[in-house]
């Protein structure tokens, strides 16, 4: 038997993944072994995000074993650890870190993250020297890809991150569904959706037939929030069947007449590693205000961790490998510091190597809704994030039962 002589025999891959989680992360980690195993990487999964580089280090090795990259969230686990020092964590772990890498012999790391857990690679990489290579990943859509969006004619920056797709895919499927609810009692439902800084996935939920929608990028002051209602009550009359379904951002700035500023609601005061405070509940308040300043009946729902539940969808799959088709050649160019991402705003069937290319991860930071995608004068999305999200969730057609019965006069 002739032995093979791979490329990066005797050499490890680790992965990790950090921050919150996606439908997409498994099949980004089945794709990205897969492709180092083939060039000859042992491929290690390190626990828990970075806290599995502490102390004597949580590692498992992926290497010949059965992986679904189909199943949800991420089998190696989570956690919001920053080695670096933190308000809440004042003390550097980064020397633990150190240590481990040298103790399991990492050669090269790969995290998969968003801001928090690629930019504390990226401090590895740039202080350390440690060879990593950055995964995007994030149901909120805003870590910057750089991907481009073509519409007539003119390329528009957007963004495309693994997880994304999935989780359009629920939040849009939620809304349909809360419209039969809506319908029957004739309410507006204000419907929640996480997203912290940015509104790309409360976008969702109107391919699901919600209207209007408000989004953390632009601030409902006590002028804007007079007129919301009057574009509300507006909607509301206009509507054929008498109900509506309102997609609102978690991270939404509402303004509060209490406290006469305009603030974002807080679910609790705690506040992670990286510096964030968890929010969560905005959606009661602006229910609340449409049925008291408007005399309509409406109800909150929170669709929270929905988003990040459930498997990878067919975009995702395909994303996440064609991306990580980008991560050999970076390792056969022993290119770090670097994130892989598409060029162009495609469907799945454009999802292709030859339309990667990668990133500085020292670039990567926030993109939020431009006012090309989101319409402030409207509060709506516009026919350019329609575009946008026709190119990944393929416009559904949902059944629309239109009924209008005759009355009987007795
Ligand atoms: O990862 C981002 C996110 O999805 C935000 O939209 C949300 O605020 C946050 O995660 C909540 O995550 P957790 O409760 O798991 O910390």
Known sequence: ?????????????????GGGDTPAINSSIESIRNRASLLGFKVYGILRGWKGLLGDGDVVDLTNQPYDGYYGGTALRSSRTNPFPSKKNPESRVPQV???????????????????TNGAAKRLFETEGIPVIGFPKTIDNDLRTRTMHNYNGR????????????????????????????????RIIVLEVMGRDAGWL????TFGGAKLGLVPE?????????VFLETVKEAYMNSKKKCLVIPVSE????YDEKTGKVDVVYASSEVDEYGHPRFGGVSG?????????????????ISGYYARSGHCRHYDRKLTSTLADKIVDLLLREEYGQMPVMTKITSHVELEEFNTTSIDMGTVGNKSLSDDYYDISRFSFTPVYADFLSKILDKPTFEEFRYDFPVVIP
């Not at 390329?155 to 569904?177: K, Y």
Request: include cysteine; hydrophobic fraction near 45%; aromatic fraction near 6%.
């Open 98 to 116: 150190l240590r481990n890498l040298e103790r399991y012999k990492i050669d090269v790391l790969v995290t998969i993250g968003g801001d928090d």
């Open 285 to 301: 308040i602006v229910a609340s205000e449409i049925s008291n300043k408007l005399g309509l009946e409406a109800r909150a729902q």
């Open 155 to 186: 390329d528009i920056e957007a963004v495309l991150c693994p997880g994304f797709p999935s989780a359009a895919r629920s939040i849009m499927e939620f809304a349909a569904n809360l419209k039969t609810t809506a319908e029957s009692h004739s």
């Open 218 to 226: 632009f601030e409902v002051t006590k002028a804007r929030k007079e």
């Open 1 to 17: 038997m002739r032995l093979e002589n791979k490329l990066f025999q005797g050499k490890t891959l680790a992965i990790l993944s």
């Open 202 to 205: 409360t976008g969702a939920a």
């Open 251 to 254: 991270g939404i700035r509402w």
